[in-house]
């Protein structure tokens, strides 16, 4: 018994503003629905089943929300299921999907993740006062915060790499018509002047609160075959989650986001990631994930990471392109931004991602993490059917 | 639909006994004995199991990313493959039978849990309707189902002879239910949103529950008689009350259509109904005639930890199955206002 090979084959995206006041709920999930089942030039009747995901329910003010869009996501007389794991639901989300064709019990299958964040404060909406409960600070930006510095003080990165970052991102987010940023004037000196925000990440080191929806079409061989564009085949997904604090846990470097890298290089045939793989898009919240993620992910060894985004290694030019997207610095609807990470490294390998395409992308790994940076997911997407 | 191309079973099921107010004990602590209870029933640890799902849900434990703290009751160290959803445990499970049938694991943890003692759980439940036209009038949750009894009554489908009746067989079962939160009949009361009684509606609550899957031989290894899952399916319908027909449950009948349901009677039904009206709906959908046994457990009439009742149906038919007193059983999850979302799960013995 083998597995059905997986395929994206629609990929749709909203515009990604502050706050979208031109649509509700329903509208803001239909706009990326609609344009993804337009990529894969199908309609509402082709879908078998909807995975929706999104982050807390409270930053809409919506108790599972996705029972009030059913109607909205043609789901009426389907499956609708809801997947929430904090910062990489929309990652989970489209591996919940990606299972669902995998095993057969579905054909076609449309997956989405939104986040309508103006309908509240995220910030706050994250530091609820919970008797007797670790709380998480003032937003995420404070709990993240020490782990940088820790990154740091262990990997004695010079202070200047986490601006690189955010300058480099913000500048590929120029590329990209759907991102919420479009800083046009933006310079190296005023991200490393901007206000100190959680020393040391600044302002404009830390990613945007966004209203935004992603949505994919996934298939099965014979749904890829009826596919007016190329697909991105799947080539390799997982999952993996550890507690949110004990006694030894490494937050700079967590196990579980190894582990689930380690899985899905496994799957892919993966050796050496830093080679065989064309294009990252990793979820960077706060600039210095950048150099964190890329020794996590195997991609350089442990403490030399920030060497890598030194040298231009992972700018839209170098040889291993990182958020060539913008990634979340310049997009930030939670719970769909780590779909948006997956479905930008699949319009990658399918050659479909418009001026920030990297030339020639072959495979390309989208990856998601959340809570306590507990939550990790990802995927590695390919232009050529795994064999 | 071809069948499932794997045999996964249901091979334990533990739960904590429901109570009306757990103040005492956080989430974690609720979870962790029942977690015990269902892995020690297999032998297994949490980190041999191949993937782990939960549900609940953050309005009902008043914060985001609730479900983190419940993760430490796993002990998700090393790292676990692991997921949730924001969903009765029942569709938790429902994720996990899909990960076993892509065969990338042989055994699955699946745990629920819902405090609603915190909070008002009829004005908690309002959040849950449709935020621009419904939810601004907070219209509650009894209000709702009331209105569907309501249409049933004025349907000549039901009588309130009849609820009262659902009432009393559920809670006259519950008797022999150590976890329940009722146990043995009650009156049925005053209204509390005609035509509804205070002995219609299930208790409100808190609890938890665990269910162990496992696929073909391992599920052979790990129990005696283990509970497969012939068929599994859910489907949702319109949110807005407005555009359905409140005494039937088309979402119910297709998802039993879907699992196999009806290729061969069943001996026993656990339906997931808070309300009796409920019940006389799902049993209309279902062609569920006298010789099947309803909800020997006693039901969500006499214990609904809200995101596990319906996890709980499936534990107790498989249950049953494991026990020898049923070779086929049909278990019910519901979500949404008036049964908009449905899941049905056909169970059997090794045939």
Known sequence: ?387 | MPGPIRDIAVVAFAQSDHVADSSAVSEAEMVLPVLHDVLDRTGLKARDTGFVCSGSSDYLAGRAFSFTMALDAVGAWPPLSESHVEMDGAWALYEAWVALLTGEADTALVYAYGKSSPGDLREVLTRQLDPYHLAPLWPDSIALAALQAQALLDAGLTCEDELAAVAARSRTAAADNPHAQLRGPRPQGDHVVAPLRRGDCAPVGDGAAAVVLAAGDRARALCDRPAWIRGLDHRVEAHSLGVRDLTASPSTRLAAERAGAFDRPVDLAELHAPFTSQEIVLRRALDLGDGVDVNPSGGALAANPVMATGLIRIGEAAARIQRGESHRALAHATSGPCLQQNLVAVLEGES
Request: aromatic share 8%; net charge neutral.
């Open chain 1, 1 to 387: 018994m083998s597995k059905e090979p997986v395929a994206v084959v629609g990929i749709g995206q909203t515009a990604h503003v502050a706050a979208r006041r031109d649509v509700s709920l329903a509208g803001l999930v239909r706009e990326a629905a609609r344009r993804a089942l337009d990529d894969a030039a199908l309609d509402w009747r082709d879908i078998d089943a909807v995975v929706i995901g999104k982050a807390p329910d409270f930053f809409e003010g919506v108790m599972m929300p996705e029972l009030f869009l059913a109607d909205a996501l043609g789901a009426v007389g389907k499956p609708l299921l809801r997947v929430h794991t904090a910062g990489s639901v929309g990652g989970s989300t489209a591996l919940v999907a990606a299972k669902l064709v995998a095993a057969r019990v579905h054909r076609t299958v449309l997956t989405l993740a939104f986040e309508k964040q103006s309908e509240s404060n995220a910030m706050w909406g994250l530091s609820l006062p919970i008797p007797f409960q670790q709380p998480l600070l003032a937003g995420a930006g404070g709990f993240f915060a020490p782990h940088v510095r820790a990154y740091l003080r262990r990997s004695k990165a010079p202070d200047h790499i986490g601006s690189l970052v955010a300058y480099k991102d913000r500048r590929n987010a120029l590329k990209n018509p759907y991102a919420h940023l479009h800083e046009v004037d933006l310079t190296l000196e005023k991200v490393r002047s901007s206000p100190m925000l959680w020393d040391p990440i600044r302002y404009s080191e830390t990613c945007p609160s966004s209203d935004g929806a992603c949505a994919m079409v996934l298939t099965d061989t014979a749904g890829a075959a009826r596919s007016p564009h190329p697909p991105a085949w799947l080539h390799g997904g997982a999952m993996r989650s550890e507690p949110t604090l004990f006694a030894g846990k490494d937050f700079v470097s967590p196990r579980a986001g190894r582990d689930c890298a380690a899985d899905v290089y496994r799957q892919s045939g993966i050796t050496d990631p830093r080679r065989e793989i064309d294009a990252v898009e990793m979820y960077v919240p706060f600039s210095w994930y950048e150099p964190m993620w890329l020794e996590n992910l195997g991609f350089a060894a442990e403490g030399e990471g920030w060497r890598l985004t030194e040298s231009g290694a992972t700018a839209l030019d170098g040889d291993l392109p990182v958020n060539p997207s913008g990634g979340v610095l310049s997009t930030n609807p939670i719970g769909a931004s780590g779909m948006l990470r997956f479905a930008e490294a699949a319009l990658q390998v399918r050659g479909r991602a418009g001026e920030h395409q990297i030339d020639g992308a072959r495979r390309a790994l989208g990856h998601a993490y959340g809570g306590g940076a507990q939550f990790f997911s990802m995927w590695l997407v390919g232009a050529d059917r795994p064999e």
